[in-house]
C-alpha cells in the first residue's frame, strides 16, 4: 500500500503544482493513511437501503 500511496501523493502534488519536500512526505503519508484508515470505517458502517440523508445538519 505504502508504494500507493507515494504514487498517489506524487500525482496530486504534480497534478496541484504543490511543491511537497522529502522531509515532508512521511508526515503526508502518515496523515493520508489515517484519513484512509478513517474513511474506510465510514465506507464499511452497514445502512439499510431505506436510510435517507438529513435536509439540515444543526451543531
Same mark, same amino acid.
Given at each position: ?10 500525482? #496530486?502534488?504534480?497534478?496541484? @503544482?504543490l511543491p %511537497?519536500?522529502d522531509?515532508?512526505? &512521511?508526515?503526508?503519508r502518515?496523515?493520508?493513511? #489515517?484519513?484512509?484508515?478513517? @474513511?474506510?470505517? %465510514?465506507?464499511?458502517?452497514?445502512? &439499510? ?9 444543526s451543531a
Open positions: 500500500m505504502a508504494d500507493h500511496l507515494d504514487d498517489y501523493i506524487n500525482a #496530486v502534488a504534480s497534478a496541484m @503544482a %511537497v519536500e522531509a515532508w512526505r &512521511p508526515a503526508v502518515a496523515n493520508l493513511e #489515517v484519513s484512509l484508515r478513517l @474513511a474506510r470505517l %465510514v465506507d464499511d458502517f452497514p445502512l &439499510p437501503d431505506e436510510t435517507e440523508s438529513a435536509a439540515i445538519y
